[in-house]
């Protein structure tokens, strides 16, 4: 178990925390050279056999697990650390992977070649607890998901209706075990596995006390009717991130991987747990690596319609940084795999051996450390930010590692995170393997993916990815990723064609699953996701992940699915693309000559920029060609453009792209200038009600100059055009709309510009609204005392509110409370204001509390401080609160709040908060920051509180002046 920094709060109750202070005792007390012995052949240490419990039950019938609200309990579901590295690495220098120069050099070539996602809809929306460790996987009828929750593993069982498959029901795996025994007490990590040679579903779970893992085997193909065999197995050592996969050739298993005190793999009697009967396991345990404290093995599970060979051993791999895991020496870093053979007659002859060292180019393990928790940058919190940022899970290969077989060669793909920069930005390292006619594994491709993306920031972290190859061959990589500046913690894809895309590139375009609009509200992330091959076709991948929101604290997962429109299905031939020609002004035709077998039609991909050196990616400009011909006259004068096409067949089936031709517009240049949109609206806080637009320049790609229109609405997600256009050719880089404006009305602004050497407007859509509001009635810089301000201890341990010069936000002075180790609740109060109509309370805050457990809120009294409420997350205009905390070691006032790390040092988070809800009481704020019995961090400083007054709409005289 990771414990918190500081007094550790019990998780598993006192039998689990006994057991990890004896492991932790003997580890620290053995000697470091024991990480640094790498045994090549292992027999099983512990052979055992668990009779399962028979349960016939319709899942239909099960009560639906417990719905959580905010205000109730939260609590993180760590994963165990039970030993201490044997190993110290510092931080690298600055670096730059030597994968990411392939990927660039393909980029996006071609941006529509990957289908989009024909499902994608939500599971769980957020349980109260972090993090939910999201996965599924897919049968012939059914999709099942699982995640964390308050207590025993949620799962959800779909049919594949698309595009929203219907849910056929709803439960915990504890309601399958019923009332009696250890597993009718479930605690989540949720396994997930469909056995698709029999046709079977496997689930599996923490039991909630001792070290039992609770296995669930489907007596039938059915999941939801057709009953259940329990399985208990109980482990040496707490079983931390279990893993299972299935090995269905001779030796007949299901493999586990667990992060015990060591790293522990397992074979279960597979034809046992299928028939219902005792089943026997065997446990192999391999000796650490150095540098981690958290590591396990990573089992290969099947995929494909054929099974590995019968000889063929089970394959269990991790990664070897040999900058971090001394005992390693050679250019690049390594892939460990570890065979299986079993012997289930005489346990004895089992074997566990290290197959040879899978050299690799040099990856980098050391994200913000070797074992911290806090790393990946969310909006709002920086990279490496301790308490908030996220975690990267650097120490394993992702789930899961897929294996496959041709017949004439085995490949095995799988994925990891690694630094790209030496600056802690994270990037999908992923690879394939192949044994080829049983010649030994060897590196076949591996590729870094971490691409600059036009419309994304910069250092922009990709992680926590899952990966596996469809029966064509083709892989799909799906991911998280998330950035300081404005990309909350979301779902992607990538993904390349067997028979099209250069090796080592994911060269299809980088593909959103969900763009999350919101932060969770802790630095745990994952800890996994899961890509499945549907068996009904053998190219469908179905994903499970996990996305932060839709509100602010909470996190939602996640199930997409799509595939390569080069599976399953005969594809046509190539074209032989011949010409591309400037026929007329603004007109290029395109001329090709039919492959065979015969294409159905043809779609007609375009770039700008040369067949050598595109600058935009091949998109798609024409669909359904039927001749050998196409003219294009949407081409801009002076502009070349470079093409390649796709030949369909009538089944939809595609093939690679055809070579590439290029041409020269003539004509008139009719391209669009290159513009962000509006950077900021907000209202100045003048007597007259106005707001101010403002943008940064934009960039003409025909002659220009550049002129700018601003369109206005009281509606979100307007079409801008000539009715609603309020500011025409400006030439500056702002706008002050003093058309009369209603106080307390939001209004939104879309800003476009214009080439005024041709008349062409870009079509952003990027909005910025604001509320206009008059001069401030309220300024407190809290400098020379705080006249009308006071504090109160509202419970517990009086730890009231002072001034002080630690840190502050303008001049020299804020108001701060610690975050102290007792259960308190302490408030700022202000002085009675009079909000009215359209007014924004302002502060500037930093907070470093511990996660999860202390944070602070904001909360409004309307008469005189006899009650309070808290502000809702809806009145936040910017910086609201960016998590939950719980009440369960005391803190008198859980829910939503601030909590983690906000700011740093003297840079301080600026709030805007809509009071519009109390325009026409008199009403007092407080800043109430609520702690629990233990653990501590800093504290809360909050410094520049304004709140701004009523305005008027601006005299008849003065409309529409437009201030540059």
């Known amino acids: ?56 039950v319709d899942l239909r019938t099960l009560p639906p697990p417990p719905e959580w609200r905010p205000g109730m309990p939260v609590r993180d579901n760590p994963r165990r650390s039970t030993r201490v590295p044997t190993a110290k690495v510092p931080e690298p220098g600055p670096h730059t992977d030597g994968l990411l120069a392939r990927q660039e050099s393909v980029a996006s070539i071609l941006n529509d070649a990957f289908a989009p996602a024909d499902r994608n809809f939500d599971a769980f929306p957020y349980q109260g607890v972090n993090p939910p460790d999201p996965v599924g996987d897919v049968g012939p009828n059914h999709y099942i998901t699982a995640s964390n929750s308050s207590g025993s593993s949620v799962i959800r069982i779909y049919d594949k209706a698309s595009p929203t498959p219907a849910v ?176 289930w007659a005489t346990p004895a002859n089992s074997t566990f051996t290290a197959l040879p ?15 911290s928790f806090y790393c990946m940058a969310k909006p709002g919190v920086p990279q490496n930010t301790s308490g908030a940022a996220l975690d990267p899970l650097r120490e394993v290969i992702m789930w899961r590692m897929a294996y496959r077989n041709f017949g004439a060669y085995e490949t095995l793909v799988g994925n990891l995170v690694t630094d790209v920069d030496g600056a802690n930005r994270g990037g999908v390292r992923w690879f394939e393997l192949r044994n080829t006619g049983g010649a030994g594994w060897t590196l076949f491709q591996e590729g870094t993916y971490s691409p600059d993306v036009a419309g994304d920031p910069a250092n922009v972290n990709r992680w926590m990815g899952s990966a596996a190859m469809d029966g064509a061959g083709n892989i799909a990589v799906a991911y998280s990723a998330s950035a300081f500046t404005s990309v909350y913690p979301s779902l992607r894809y990538a993904g390349r064609r067997a028979a099209c895309d250069p090796t080592g590139t994911l060269p299809l375009g980088e593909h959103s699953i969900i763009a999350a609009a919101a932060n969770n509200g802790s630095n745990r992330w994952g800890d996994y996701h899961s890509i499945n091959l549907d068996p009904a076709d053998d190219c469908t991948f179905w994903f499970a992940g996990m996305y932060g929101g839709p509100t602010s604290g909470q996190w939602t997962t996640r199930v997409a699915s799509f595939k390569f429109p080069n599976c399953g299905c005969t594809i046509p031939g190539t074209p032989t693309i011949d010409t591309a020609t400037a026929t007329g002004p603004n007109q290029i035709q395109v001329t090709w000559s039919a492959g065979a077998p015969a294409a159905a039609s043809y779609k007609v991909m ?27 006259n949407t081409v801009s004068g002076g502009v070349t453009y470079s093409y390649k096409l796709i030949a369909v067949a009538a089944d939809g089936c595609e093939a690679c792209e055809s070579g590439c031709v290029e041409a020269t517009a003539t004509g008139t240049c009719l391209l669009p200038p290159t513009f962000a949109g509006a950077a900021s609206a907000s209202s100045p806080g003048a007597a007259t009600c106005q707001i101010t637009v403002a943008w940064n320049a934009g960039t003409a790609t025909c002659s220009g100059p550049l002129t700018y229109n601003v369109y206005r609405s009281t509606t979100t997600g307007f079409t801008p055009s000539a009715g609603n256009r309020v500011g025409t050719g400006l030439v500056g880089t702002s706008y002050t709309d003093l058309d009369p404006l209603t106080p307390g009305t939001r209004y939104y602004y879309v800003v476009r510009a214009v080439d005024s050497s041709n008349g062409v407007e870009e079509t952003n859509l990027v909005e910025k609204s604001a509320i206009p509001a008059g001069p401030a009635v309220l300024t407190e810089e809290f400098e020379t005392g705080a006249a009308g301000w006071t504090t109160v201890t509202m419970s517990g341990t009086a730890n009231l509110w002072a001034l002080v010069t630690t840190a502050y936000n303008s001049a020299t002075h804020s108001e701060f409370c610690a975050d102290i180790g007792s259960t308190s609740a302490n408030a700022l109060i202000s002085p009675v204001i009079a909000p009215v109509a359209g007014s924004v309370l302002t502060f500037w805050h930093r907070f470093t509390t511990e996660s999860g457990w202390d944070g602070g809120r904001l909360e409004v009294s309307t008469d005189g401080g006899g009650t309070w409420a808290q502000v809702p997350g809806s009145a936040f205009l910017s910086g609201g609160y960016n998590g939950t905390t719980s009440g369960t070691y005391g803190n008198p006032i859980p829910g939503a709040a601030w909590t983690g790390t906000g700011g740093s040092g003297n840079n301080f988070l600026e709030v805007r908060v809509d009071m519009t809800a109390y325009a026409g009481s008199n009403v007092r704020v407080r800043w109430a920051l609520g702690t629990d019995s233990s653990v501590t961090g800093d504290g809360w400083w909050v410094d520049s509180v304004s709140l701004t007054g009523a305005c008027v709409p601006t005299p008849v005289e003065l409309l529409n002046l437009s201030i540059q």
């Open 1 to 56: 178990m990771r414990s918190r920094i500081g007094t550790p709060k019990p998780r598993r109750g006192a039998a689990a925390s006994i057991v990890f202070g004896l492991t932790l005792a003997l580890v620290l007390a053995a000697s470091p050279a024991l990480a640094q012995s790498q045994p090549t052949v292992v027999h099983p240490d512990t052979v055992g056999t668990s009779t399962p419990t028979v349960v016939n």
């Open 168 to 343: 056929l029901a709803t439960t915990t795996m504890s309601a399958i075990a019923g009332g009696t025994g250890v597993c009718a007490s479930g605690y989540g990590d949720p396994i997930v596995l469909h056995d698709q040679w029999a046709d079977r579903w496997l689930l599996a779970e923490f039991a909630s006390s001792g070290n039992t893992l609770c296995i669930y085997m489907s007596q039938a193909a059915d999941p939801v009717s057709g009953g259940w065999y329990i399985y208990q197995l109980t482990t040496p050592s707490f079983p931390d991130y279990p893993k299972f996969a299935v090995w269905p050739n001779a030796d007949n298993l299901y493999t586990l991987t667990t992060n015990e005190s060591s790293s522990a793999n397992y074979a279960l009697n597979r034809a046992a747990m299928l028939a219902g009967s005792a089943m026997t396991y065997q446990r192999f345990a391999v000796t650490d690596l150095s540098g981690f404290g958290f590591q396990a093995l990573t089992p290969a599970d099947v995929d494909g319609a054929t099974a590995p060979a019968a000889a063929t051993p089970a394959l269990i791999g991790r990664h070897i940084d040999n900058e971090v895991h001394s005992g390693f020496a050679g250019a690049g870093d390594y892939l460990q795999l570890w065979a299986l053979d079993v012997d």
């Open 357 to 371: 060292l899978i050299q690799t180019s040099e990856f980098d393990s050391s994200l913000c450390g070797l074992t």
């Open 606 to 632: 375009r770039a700008q920029g040369t067949c050598a050196a595109p600058t935009t990616p091949y998109t798609e400009i024409a669909a359904g060609v039927t001749g050998t011909s196409y003219s294009d």
